[in-house]
């Protein structure tokens, strides 16, 4: 059974900060992973897909992936009060294309 | 554009109503597939079609019953749901199942309480 595994938080960071968020999955087989942000009572809206391992940016996010310790990050700079939310990670591949996702990390940006 | 819509946004229904949840997606995804969720746990896969063939159900109880008329359409029909059904019902899409090309897409919801 593929496992992807979230600290819950809250994570609470000051407006400005860079918020870190972390990720690490079981099924080393994995092949695409996947970070969503979900604002409470609103469907998950994707923010960023990787495959390859490295470094993947968008705007102020960026994703780090390293499939060899098995661990997807999300790196938000200049973290806004807009950013608050909770962010999902996905993880698919491996034998299976049943998408599997994280419990979430809860971020919250203070002014 | 990446646009999955749905209908509708909310539903209240008792437990021997009969009604269908809408999903359709026009960016020519050939994968479609219904997830639900509770208040803060993550979204919970339950069905998935592709190319308009079922070809995943998590065993889900026979009260909820999909069906994929066509490419862009996901229906959702609902029969004799129980309390416990309450949640958002979310409809996703993506190009393929895997590989690059899985990434999902998905629509607003629908909010729905059985009464």
């Known amino acids: 059974q593929k496992e992807v595994e979230q600290n819950s938080g809250p994570l609470s960071v000051p407006e400005g900060a860079i918020a870190s968020l972390n990720c690490t999955y079981s099924d080393r087989g994995s092949q695409s992973f996947f970070w969503y942000r979900q604002y409470s009572g609103k469907s998950p809206e994707l923010i960023m897909s990787?495959?390859?391992?490295g470094d993947k940016e968008d705007g102020r996010f960026t994703a780090q992936l390293n499939k060899a310790s098995q661990y997807v990050s999300l790196l938000i700079r200049d973290s806004q009060p807009s950013d608050s939310a909770t962010y999902l990670c996905?993880?698919?591949?491996?034998?299976?294309?049943?998408?599997?996702f994280g419990r979430g990390t809860s971020l919250i940006v203070h002014p | 554009d990446t646009e999955v819509t749905q209908t509708p946004k909310h539903l209240v229904m008792g437990m021997t109503n009969k009604k269908s949840l809408k999903c359709e997606q026009h960016m020519g995804h050939r994968a479609m597939y219904w997830y639900k969720q509770k208040a803060k746990k993550p979204p919970e896969l339950m069905f998935v079609?592709?190319?308009?063939?079922?070809?995943i159900n998590e065993s889900v109880p026979s009260r909820f019953s999909p069906e994929c008329p066509n490419s862009s359409l996901l229906n959702l029909h609902l029969h004799a749901l129980q309390p416990e059904d309450s949640a958002l019902y979310l409809c996703a899409s993506s190009q393929k199942l895997a590989g690059e090309g899985d990434t999902q897409y998905f629509g607003p919801g629908t909010r729905l309480t059985v009464l």
């Open positions: 990787i495959y390859s391992n």
């Open positions: 079609y592709s190319y308009e063939k079922l070809s």
């Open positions: 996905a993880v698919n591949g491996g034998g299976s294309y049943i998408p599997t």
